[in-house]
């Protein structure tokens, strides 16, 4: 299949011995931008499909179509491996089912699917948690809508900020029995609770955000973690840097004049610019 080296890169990722920070994407730039600096993942956070397709807070605006649809661009600029955060599945278990089968024609290397209850409640200002028998329920619909074998995916729970770290390790082993290939955490406070997930569980771990005292990637590939999530600092540095670029023009600073611009090299690298040139030279015939 046409993505399944990239999902190799994944599984390879997830069984080796090490742990790597992934990349931040969101668009084709930011993808061929990691894939060039050399990360060997990216991660397409849910907040950031939000805000880069919407311009939406994380609140489960975003639909499947546009989230597949961003994918798909990001897959057709770059090679890179990306894992998605597929939140919940966009509905019940049916719709984690289909959310699997597209994701994976849009060329995600693997996806995420959590035990959070998206979108929220009426009347519930606290995040809460499907029940463990849904999230089993969904964990299984998602390797029933993989076709390629390949393909990522990973249980992903909160518990340990929401309920407990108790009930975070009770969920972690239930997923991990249906088969998923790892397992994803947020919400991990301390050693002591990534200590206690690793010895009650046999899977990969990713680690969505940490305290700095789980920063060391010595220590985490020692407790069985392969990812860890870095934020999303490229997205928020490139609006900032919109920001301020747009305040600059609209108070009459020269173009000229500004600060912070991508080189020409830097760009024409980005829009792969010299495959383009030479490209259009052989099929084409135009004068490069």
Do not use: W
């Not at 919940?88 to 693997?110: D, I, K, S």
């Not at 919109?242 to 009459?252: F, I, M, N, S, W």
Request: hydrophobic residues 45%; proline residues 3%; neutral net charge.
């Amino acid at each position: 299949m046409a993505f399944r080296s990239r999902r190799e890169k994944l599984r390879s990722i997830l069984s080796g011995g090490t742990c790597v920070h992934p990349g931040s994407v969101y668009d084709a730039i930011s993808i061929r931008i990691a894939e060039d600096l050399g990360f060997p993942i990216g991660m397409f956070g849910g907040s950031v499909a939000s805000l880069a397709v919407l311009g939406d807070p994380d609140i489960t605006l975003i639909t499947l179509t546009e989230l597949c649809e961003q994918m798909r661009r990001m897959s057709r600029a770059s090679t890179l491996p990306v894992l998605v955060d597929a939140d919940h599945g966009y509905g019940n278990a049916l719709n984690v089912r289909r959310t699997v089968q597209e994701l994976e024609t849009a060329g995600a290397a693997g996806l995420t699917i959590e035990d959070t209850l998206l979108p929220a409640a009426f009347g519930e200002t606290k995040t809460q948690l499907i029940s463990l028998e849904e999230g089993v329920g969904k964990m299984k619909a998602a390797l029933s809508g993989r076709s390629d074998p390949s393909l990522v995916i990973m249980g992903r729970t909160g518990a340990a900020s929401i309920t407990s770290i108790e009930d975070a390790v009770r969920r972690a082993k239930a997923y991990e029995a249906t088969g998923v290939d790892a397992l994803f955490f947020t919400g991990i406070k301390s050693r002591a609770e990534l200590e206690a997930i690793t010895a009650a569980t046999r899977l990969p771990i990713v680690l969505g955000g940490a305290p700095e005292d789980l920063s060391a990637l010595d220590y985490l590939a020692s407790q069985r973690v392969r990812i860890a999530l870095q934020g999303h600092a490229p997205i928020t540095a490139a609006t900032q840097a919109v920001h301020d670029t747009l305040k600059a023009l609209r108070e009459g600073a020269s173009p000229k004049a500004l600060k912070g611009l991508a080189s020409a090299e830097l760009t024409g690298r980005v829009m792969r610019e010299a495959e383009t040139k030479a490209r259009s030279a052989d099929v084409l015939g135009l004068k490069t």
